[in-house]
């Protein structure tokens, strides 16, 4: 059996095999994160304010994230921010352990991470494709989104037993040893200097105007761009209050929380290594709607079901098709972008996830005048919608090539 093309390059094999544990401790950070907000405040709005603090500093700070990822050593900036990751875990679990932890330490420590994930992202992003050749590119991206939703799978499982048994601050610290993994693994590449922003220097404003300037004249991207926004304002943000289904709706503890979050990365698993068996896929944007109203539809039926098998089988299907609409939208932006400006385009369609917070908060303050299932209900019919019309919008503009 041959390897996946990606696989073939050894620096592409290196960071996997770092990114593995590393983001696996991300997850089991995510966990305790979110538990501790549950058991410090029991509201479902602080669960919204906590996914608004996570992600929402990338509308600021993502389009700076990308400028830095043009233009300095992406194999440098990823490295700092494992650095940052470890430090911020080990003063969260010092927190813990001498039990001054209020809500605030954490929104400010939330807050710090956003920022450095904004760069850390674009940077990251933009390397995984700089390992592989052009014809590699697609199957680079399906493995590396099978690597994430892999410890979306494990890291989540792992973090509901650890909780359970040995407690929220031993987990931050093995969140903390995760990150030796991905140092390790970025110190061994042959060839850092590939992976290399090579922008001119300039004015950073300018730099961001430019790339905005180009994707919006660019109806394919920019239009693949609005499409992962309205499915991160309107879908993402109903991972936020799994916490809520896990206790309320469903009756779980801290493991059955687990399970909850770890469903998604089942899905995605799969479809992921379907797709990384192709270098290219024809007609992405038809697929790209296809994965975005199933999208909608399971957490549509998720929002509503009072069973955990049938939780557990939406969830799955939302992660399969929440993968592939990603990673059909990041093939499509790889396509079309000029090299000097794919930092900015990854950038950019990231922010996507500080839609999911600016969804999560919405969903928050709307849990406080309904039940929190018809919050979520009532926002899958909007990503549903907002999938409808934003291909139509984009077939009835001239398309600049």
Same mark, same amino acid.
């Given at each position: 059996?041959?390897?996946?093309?990606?696989?073939?390059?050894?620096?592409?094999?290196?960071?996997?095999?770092?990114?593995?544990?590393?983001?696996?401790?991300?997850?089991?950070?995510?966990?305790?994160? !979110?538990?501790?907000?549950?058991?410090?405040?029991?509201?479902?709005?602080?669960?919204?304010?906590?996914?608004?603090?996570?992600?929402?500093?990338?509308?600021?700070?993502?389009?700076?994230?990308?400028?830095?990822?043009?233009?300095?050593?992406?194999?440098?900036? +990823?490295?700092?921010?494992?650095?940052? !990751?470890?430090?911020?875990?080990? +003063?969260?679990?010092? =927190?813990?352990?001498?039990?001054?932890?209020?809500?605030?330490?954490?929104?400010?420590?939330?807050?710090?991470?956003?920022? +450095?994930s904004s760069v850390r992202t674009a940077a990251q992003q933009v390397m995984v494709v700089s390992l592989v050749p052009q014809e590699s590119v697609?199957?680079?991206?399906?493995?590396?989104?099978?690597?994430? !939703?892999?410890?979306?799978?494990?890291?989540?499982?792992?973090?509901?037993? =650890?909780?359970?048994?040995?407690?929220?601050? %031993?987990?931050?610290?093995?969140?903390?040893?995760?990150?030796?993994?991905?140092?390790?693994?970025?110190?061994?590449?042959?060839?850092? #200097?590939?992976?290399?922003?090579?922008?001119?220097?300039?004015n950073w404003l300018r730099d961001i105007a430019e790339g905005v300037a180009y994707f919006r004249q660019n109806r394919r991207i920019w239009f693949?761009?609005?499409?992962?926004?309205? !499915?991160?304002?309107?879908?993402?943000? %109903?991972?936020?209050?799994?916490? %809520?289904?896990?206790?309320?709706?469903?009756?779980?503890?801290?493991?059955?929380?687990?399970?909850?979050?770890?469903?998604?990365? +089942?899905?995605?698993?799969?479809?992921?290594?379907?797709?990384?068996?192709?270098?290219?896929?024809?007609?992405?944007?038809?697929?790209?709607?296809?994965?975005?109203?199933?999208?909608?539809?399971?957490?549509?039926?998720? #929002?509503?079901?009072?069973?955990?098998?049938?939780?557990?089988?939406?969830?799955?299907?939302?992660?399969?098709?929440?993968?592939?609409?990603?990673?059909?939208?990041?093939?499509?932006?790889?396509?079309?972008?000029?090299?000097?400006?794919?930092?900015?385009?990854?950038?950019?369609?990231?922010?996507?996830?500080?839609?999911?917070?600016?969804?999560? =908060?919405?969903?928050?303050?709307?849990?406080?005048?309904?039940?929190?299932?018809? #919050?979520?209900?009532?926002?899958?019919?909007?990503?549903?919608?907002?999938?409808?019309?934003?291909?139509?919008?984009?077939?009835?503009?001239?398309?600049?090539?």
């Open positions: 059996m041959r390897l996946p093309p990606a696989l073939r390059h050894r620096d592409f094999r290196l960071f996997t095999i770092g990114y593995l544990p590393s983001e696996t401790g991300e997850y089991i950070h995510f966990i305790v994160q !979110n538990w501790l907000v549950w058991e410090l405040t029991q509201s479902a709005f602080y669960l919204g304010l906590i996914g608004f603090f996570e992600f929402a500093p990338r509308f600021i700070f993502g389009p700076i994230g990308g400028v830095i990822a043009d233009r300095m050593d992406r194999h440098r900036l +990823v490295t700092l921010s494992c650095v940052f !990751n470890l430090i911020q875990s080990l +003063v969260f679990a010092f =927190l813990v352990f001498s039990g001054w932890l209020q809500f605030w330490h954490i929104v400010g420590l939330v807050i710090f991470m956003a920022i +450095v697609v199957s680079a991206l399906a493995l590396h989104s099978a690597t994430h !939703n892999l410890t979306k799978v494990v890291g989540p499982s792992i973090g509901g037993v =650890l909780l359970t048994f040995i407690g929220a601050g %031993y987990c931050l610290i093995i969140h903390a040893l995760t990150q030796v993994f991905m140092l390790v693994a970025l110190f061994l590449m042959r060839a850092p #200097a590939a992976a290399s922003g090579s922008a001119a220097k300039g693949t761009i609005l499409t992962t926004y309205s !499915n991160g304002f309107f879908g993402i943000s %109903y991972a936020q209050f799994l916490p %809520y289904f896990a206790q309320e709706v469903l009756r779980a503890g801290p493991s059955g929380y687990g399970l909850l979050v770890s469903a998604p990365g +089942v899905g995605a698993v799969l479809i992921s290594f379907f797709l990384s068996t192709h270098g290219r896929l024809t007609g992405m944007r038809r697929l790209l709607f296809g994965a975005s109203m199933i999208y909608a539809a399971s957490i549509f039926f998720f #929002a509503l079901s009072p069973f955990m098998v049938l939780s557990l089988f939406l969830l799955t299907v939302i992660g399969a098709m929440q993968m592939s609409y990603r990673v059909l939208a990041r093939a499509i932006i790889q396509e079309e972008c000029p090299p000097h400006l794919l930092g900015r385009a990854m950038s950019l369609f990231f922010i996507d996830r500080g839609f999911g917070s600016l969804g999560a =908060l919405c969903l928050g303050a709307a849990a406080a005048l309904v039940p929190v299932p018809i #919050a979520v209900a009532g926002s899958a019919v909007g990503c549903g919608l907002f999938a409808l019309i934003v291909p139509r919008r984009s077939t009835s503009e001239k398309t600049v090539l």
